[in-house]
């Protein structure tokens, strides 16, 4: 790695602990917080992948959770239609949300910065 590379690679750690931080104060949504984090990771590892922390949850989520709306997008859905999609994405959050708060303290606490 080169030190622009390096530079560029700690910055991305940077958003990454900081968008753990927004996830777990619910600064963020939740959804719309992990999807974001899956971009990081992926902007990370093509410079170098982070080793000591295993990220596959987001990635995992973000596949259980991409042919669902999200944010602004659920505006364009049937009311009723939308209901019961949100039963469906209840049960992903249920199964995911405990599992990526304790990802992102454990990203904060591996963090040097």
């Known amino acids: 790695m080169n030190k622009l590379e390096l530079i560029k690679r700690d910055n991305i750690i940077k ?66 239609f939308l209901e019961k999609l949100n039963l469906k994405i209840q049960l992903i959050l249920d199964e995911f949300e405990k599992p990526i708060l304790d990802k992102c303290e454990e990203i904060i606490k591996n963090s040097i910065f």
């Not at 295993?54 to 973000?62: A, C, K, N, Q, T």
């Not at 596949?63 to 709306?69: G, L, R, S, T």
């Open 15 to 80: 958003k990454m602990v900081s968008n753990s931080r927004a996830i777990l104060t619910k600064q963020i949504d939740f959804v719309e917080g992990c999807f974001k984090m899956k971009v990081l990771i992926g902007n990370v590892t093509y410079i170098k992948p982070i080793d000591n922390i295993d990220l596959e949850i987001f990635s995992v989520f973000y596949h259980k959770m991409a042919f669902y709306p999200i944010g602004d997008e659920k505006e364009e859905y049937n009311k009723e």
